[in-house]
Structure formats: C-alpha cells, structure tokens
C-alpha cells in the first residue's frame, strides 16, 4: 500500500484516479489542483507517489517536478497527461519523473505503472 498525493486540475480526474488507487489498496493522502499546491502537499505529506498533470494553472507539472526533485530526489513522481509529443514525455522525464502516462488513464495503466515504480525489478 503506498499513501499517494494526486495533483490535476481536472476534480473529476483527480476523482477517478483516488477510485482507481483505493480499489487497490493504496490511499490518498492528499489532492492538489496546480504545481505550487502539490510541492506545498507533498512537504507536508511526504508521499511514497506523486501522480502529476502537465497542464495546470499557476505552476505547471514539470516545474513542480522540477521543484520536488531538486528538495526530495527519492520523489516517485508519475506524469499523468494527455499531451503525447515526444518532447513533453522527454521534458518530463529529464525533469526527474519517474514515468508518463498518457490519457485517457485506464485502471490497468495506472496499476501496472505504479507497481513498476514503487516496486521496480533490478
């Protein structure tokens, strides 16, 4: 089970994605709306998992990202987002995101990557 921090600007993908989590036996400890609200969340929660949008208000996913990984650099961080050029995936990645799911999200994408983060085979 990890405590996970959603961060979309969409309620109704935030909703979804805490359905798909807790039908797994992972909780969410906390939800964010923009960049700025999920770097306050995750220094408060210290989450084991950061599902993260690109495309928010204010501050942006991959500067979020960018923010979380220079002050937490074991920060598991997914990428969630409907943008699918190579160079935003490459952007993300380089950010120090550890994965990139492209929407629409599916219980079984969300599933199969958390459990390659969290649990990844060496």
């Not at 797994?24 to 999920?38: F, T």
Request: proline share 4%.
């Amino acid at each position: 089970m990890a405590n996970v921090l959603v961060v979309d600007d969409s309620i109704m993908i935030r909703k979804l994605i805490k359905t798909i989590l807790e039908n797994e036996n992972h909780k969410v400890i906390a939800e964010a709306s923009d960049g700025e609200e999920a770097y306050n969340m995750y220094t408060k929660f210290n989450p084991d998992l950061v599902t993260m949008d690109v495309s928010m208000p204010n501050v942006n996913g991959i500067l979020a990202v960018k923010r979380i990984i220079n002050n937490y650099p074991e920060a598991n961080i997914i990428m969630v987002s409907a943008i699918s050029q190579r160079d935003m995936v490459f952007e993300a990645l380089e950010s120090g995101a550890k994965h990139y799911i492209i929407k629409p999200i599916t219980r079984e994408k969300i599933i199969s990557v958390i459990n390659e983060v969290l649990c990844p085979i060496e």
